[in-house]
């Protein structure tokens, strides 16, 4: 059921853009034998063979929609833990060994203000290994004793960082609402 292909005489420029769009035509049709959703009958669909040992493995086609995506989903997600980690550092209190701690409860407080995320920022900071706290997961009231240290320095951790300003009690200092976007 191959069509042919159009063939136009006497206007090059034309006939390049036909052959380019039949090339992208073709490449869409080859695409979509593979995708599980297009068809009706499964019978119909070519099936991929995966390789656990490919570098592409589990990660979306390079230069799609979803791949930017991630990347700016791990962008940000990675602004919310340096944002963290100078949370902690600026609210916290030194400890001999050069790290920084904090109480999860002190620090739910004053992270919640500005995301609802702390718990997964603070597990992602944990893999990153940048904090450390006791046990698998954090619970607000049950685990507000827990301490939670700043394992570097945090001009380590973002050497290019801008130091944030810290409301005093007394009023004299003024700041604005902080956010990750802002840091």
Same mark, same amino acid.
């Given at each position: 059921?191959d069509?042919?292909? =159009?063939k136009i005489?006497?206007? @090059?420029a034309? !006939? /390049? ?7 992208? *035509?073709?490449? %869409? /049709? ?8 297009? $068809?009706?009958?499964?019978s119909?669909?070519? $099936?991929?063979k995966?390789?656990?040992s490919?570098p592409?493995?589990? +990660?979306?086609?390079e230069? !799609?929609?979803?791949?930017k995506?991630?990347?700016a989903?791990? *962008?940000h =997600?990675?602004?919310?833990?340096l944002?963290?980690?100078?949370? #902690? *550092? ?5 400890n001999?060994?050069n790290t920084i701690s =904090? /109480?999860?409860?002190?620090l739910?407080q004053?992270?919640?203000?500005? !995301?609802? +995320?702390?718990v997964?920022i603070?597990? &992602? *900071?944990?893999? %990153?290994?940048?904090?450390y ?6 619970y607000? &009231?049950?685990?507000?004793?827990? #301490?939670?240290t700043?394992l570097k320095? =945090?001009d380590? #951790?973002?050497?290019?960082r801008?130091?944030?300003k810290?409301? %005093?009690?007394?009023? @004299? ?5 902080? !956010?990750?976007?802002d840091?």
């Amino acid at each position: 059921m191959d069509k042919e292909p =159009i063939k136009i005489y006497g206007n @090059d420029a034309l !006939s /390049t853009r036909v052959a380019a769009f039949q090339k992208k *035509a073709e490449q %869409h /049709t080859a695409k979509q034998r593979t995708n599980p959703f297009c $068809h009706g009958n499964v019978s119909e669909m070519t $099936h991929q063979k995966w390789d656990k040992s490919d570098p592409r493995y589990g +990660k979306p086609p390079e230069g !799609s929609k979803t791949e930017k995506r991630g990347m700016a989903a791990g *962008a940000h =997600i990675g602004n919310e833990v340096l944002f963290l980690c100078e949370m #902690i *550092a600026q609210y916290g209190v030194p400890n001999d060994d050069n790290t920084i701690s =904090i /109480t999860f409860g002190e620090l739910f407080q004053i992270y919640t203000t500005i !995301s609802n +995320k702390v718990v997964g920022i603070l597990l &992602r *900071a944990r893999k %990153h290994g940048l904090i450390y706290f006791e046990g698998e997961m954090l619970y607000q &009231r049950r685990d507000d004793n827990v #301490i939670v240290t700043l394992l570097k320095p =945090i001009d380590e #951790i973002c050497p290019n960082r801008v130091p944030l300003k810290r409301k %005093h009690d007394d009023g @004299d200092e003024q700041t604005s609402t902080l !956010s990750p976007e802002d840091y």
